[in-house]
């Protein structure tokens, strides 16, 4: 069979095919670079983690809204779902590095979260809003295509503003408390080192 319309299905499910595979090394390889990244400044692989991983429940709650709206995973639909990597890294790393300067003024990881959403989180809702609004003109597109990347569009940013506030805000709450926490623990050791040195004086002139 080599009709033109059976050639046109099959070289766009090749395509198609490739944009899966490449979606997860693209994954794969915003994990290592934003893990090193955070390694050489800030002397922390794992917010690499916090950062990319939140993008992997945006994939999946992306793709099943599709599922369920009925919009096919098309040539079209995979390649926003590839850029939804950059849309909710980006959001991520916003809230990451807003999170790390509250964090730093107070020790305080609850309220290093209120103080992040209450800046960095009412931007990013005017960000994403506006992103959205944009995308979401072209439903109203005379093209089913059209219509199809604009609700996909939509939907994958306004997960990944959810994503960022509910899952990687929370998460930097347990990472500050895990800081506050080996913070104690090193202060502590010290305190026991130096008693043991003080007593070790004491013993020392006793003796003498």
Known sequence: MTSESILAVAVQNQITDRQTEAISTTIAIALGILSIFFWVT??????????????????????????????????????????????????TIHVIHRYREEFARSRDPER?????????????????????????????????????????????IVYSLIVSVLVVLPAMVVWGAYQN??????????????????EGIHHQYEQE
């Open 112 to 156: 290093a979260a209120v103080r992040t959403l209450t800046t960095t989180g009412s931007a990013l809702l005017g960000s994403a809003l506006t992103t959205a609004l944009g995308f979401g003109v072209l439903v109203a597109s005379p093209l089913l295509a059209s219509q199809q990347f604009g609700i996909t569009a939509t939907i994958t």
């Open 42 to 91: 800030l002397r922390q692989p794992a917010l690499g983690i916090v950062a990319v991983g939140p993008i992997v429940l945006v994939l999946i709650c992306v793709l099943g809204t599709m599922a369920l709206l009925g919009i096919p995973y098309s040539l079209i639909t995979s390649i926003i779902t590839a850029l939804s990597i950059g849309i909710g890294v980006d959001y």
């Open 181 to 198: 926490m080996r913070l104690r623990s090193m202060v502590q050791r010290q305190w026991d080192e130096l008693d043991e040195a003080i």
